[in-house]
């Protein structure tokens, strides 16, 4: 599963200075290319959330699963790129253990199980080519166009996605016009590119470059950034 851009990442309020209001033992083994501690990854997160919701007997039934059975992870998309690698993950993974052991979890169950990891995760966890998410990821609402074609430029440099949110609310932070969002909600994407700026269309395109000044070097006409960065991305014809 794979995101190629957040067209544009508004930020409406902020809620007990942890969440935003946004308009993302006995675990066996992880493989793969990361270079982070097993508790820092998000699908170990996903596992950790999973057993907490659980039923006993369910719990029990994962436990197992995973002391005979190893996660391997081919990292396709870049770290700290901005583009979803880590909240598709967390929802292919849990999406495939629902499946596996047919614990019979809905779509609902399974938002709930992921909102205390990334607010992106649900989008994800649905079926949508395109739609526009609020709340604290939780509200998917699907809407229909055409099918884009996108490019995408990552920079390498990493942007921690903590860290950017941390300087959006400490230098940046002010409550968007819900005029501004209502408006951007009925934009179709080809609209968003012809007739918003970057800064415009993310709330996090600044305090990034606040925190990573050579991203300038790659700011491009046409170009829009992804997430907490550090990719940028466009609409190509």
């Known amino acids: ?21 946004l308009e993302k033992k006995g675990f066996g083994t992880l493989f793969g290319s990361l270079r982070i501690s097993l508790k820092q990854n998000i699908i170990f997160k996903t ?13 029990e ?25 880590g909240s598709s993950n967390s929802a292919t993974f849990l999406k495939m253990v629902n499946q596996e052991l047919k614990l019979n979890l809905s779509l609902n169950d399974m938002v709930k199980i992921t909102k205390n990891i990334g607010s992106d995760i649900p989008f994800f966890l ?18 229909s166009e055409d099918e884009l074609n996108i490019q995408t430029l990552t920079p390498p440099i990493n942007c921690s996605t903590p860290k950017v949110y941390s300087e959006f609310r ?8 819900l005029k501004d969002i209502e ?9 968003i590119f012809k007739n918003i700026s970057i800064d415009f269309a993310n ?9 990573c000044p050579d991203l300038t070097n790659f700011v491009k006409k046409n170009y829009l950034f992804s997430g907490s960065g550090s990719s940028f991305f466009k609409i190509t014809e």
């Open 1 to 21: 599963v794979m995101i190629v851009g957040i067209i544009a990442d508004k930020i409406v309020d902020k809620i007990n200075k942890k969440y935003y209001n």
């Open 47 to 59: 596992y950790l959330e999973l057993l907490k919701f659980l039923y006993p007997k369910d719990r």
């Open 61 to 85: 039934i994962v436990k197992k699963f995973f002391k005979a059975n190893s996660v391997v992870l081919e990292k396709n998309i870049p770290l700290m790129a901005g583009l979803g690698g």
């Open 126 to 143: 649905y079926d949508f080519n395109s739609a526009n998410v609020s709340g604290l990821g939780e509200i998917i609402q699907e809407f």
């Open 170 to 177: 400490n230098h940046f932070f002010k409550i968007s016009n």
């Open 183 to 191: 408006y951007l909600g009925k934009l179709k994407s080809k609209e």
């Open 203 to 211: 709330d996090l395109f600044k305090p990034a470059l606040n925190l």
